[in-house]
């Protein structure tokens, strides 16, 4: 069964609000999580590093303030797109790395994004 | 950002037939790993091989590793209908942090 969790599997909300989108390991705690992107028929674009108790690490060209990212527990990260437009429109997923299993990388199910 | 490049980017076959994809990348890596994608879908992890392997075998899957060419290759073999997905390539970086750079995939098509 799943070890990586995410919730909502889809969401659709309006221009102007903001959504979250979280992440979950089940069985194992996560120091470090990862979120990826993928618009239809692309690839995954690593979006940025979540780190348990530290600021995530961004990648180039991802806007911190739009996609903001929080690693509170060992267990779970959330990407919250604020103000969202219908260009965030895209299905993201996270992955986590378990350390017990030999750094064993984990993704999640993935969540579709649609802003309406 | 996108390290890996993946050929073909579209590849259609009968069923029976063997799929080749082949996956190209630029920087040091600590391993290699294949994805599998059904339309829509999360992630279905195939395959890992580590910098030091050059080849690893897992059913009807075959992977190849040449990181003097920074290459690997994923074969296919029989391939049935239900093959049908994206596969994508990932490399995992050196220091294994778990941060996945993901090729271009490929897409497969397989005509029952």
């Known amino acids: 069964g799943a070890v990586v969790s995410q919730h909502p599997s889809w969401v659709i909300c309006k221009s102007g609000t903001s959504v979250k989108i979280e992440c979950r390991s089940l069985?194992?705690?996560?120091?470090?999580m990862f979120w990826y992107r993928q618009f239809p028929k692309k690839s995954l674009m690593l979006m940025a590093t979540?780190?348990?108790?530290?600021?995530?690490?961004?990648e180039q060209g991802v806007e911190k303030d739009k996609f903001l990212i929080n690693h509170a527990s060992l267990t779970l990260s959330t990407l919250t797109v604020t103000s969202a437009h219908p260009e965030d429109s895209s299905f993201y997923i996270c992955?986590?790395?378990?350390?017990?299993?030999?750094?064993?990388?984990?993704f999640g199910e993935g969540s579709w994004l649609t802003v309406v | 950002s996108q390290q890996g490049e993946e050929d073909p980017q579209a590849l259609s076959i009968q069923e029976g037939e063997n799929a080749t994809m082949n996956c190209s990348y630029k920087t040091s890596i600590n391993n290699l790993q294949w994805y599998r994608q059904n339309s829509g879908r999360g992630l279905v992890h195939l395959i890992l091989i580590r910098s030091n392997e050059r080849e690893k075998h897992s059913g009807r899957l075959r992977v190849t590793l040449d990181t003097s060419k920074k290459s690997s290759s994923l074969l296919i073999t029989a391939s049935r209908a239900a093959d049908t997905a994206s596969y994508f390539c990932a490399t995992g970086l050196s220091g294994n942090t778990g941060k996945l750079i993901f090729g271009q995939g490929t897409t497969l098509q397989v005509k029952p």
């Open positions: 979540s780190n348990e108790g530290s600021k995530a690490t961004y």
């Open positions: 069985d194992f705690q996560a120091t470090t």
């Open positions: 992955s986590a790395r378990d350390r017990g299993r030999g750094n064993t990388i984990y």
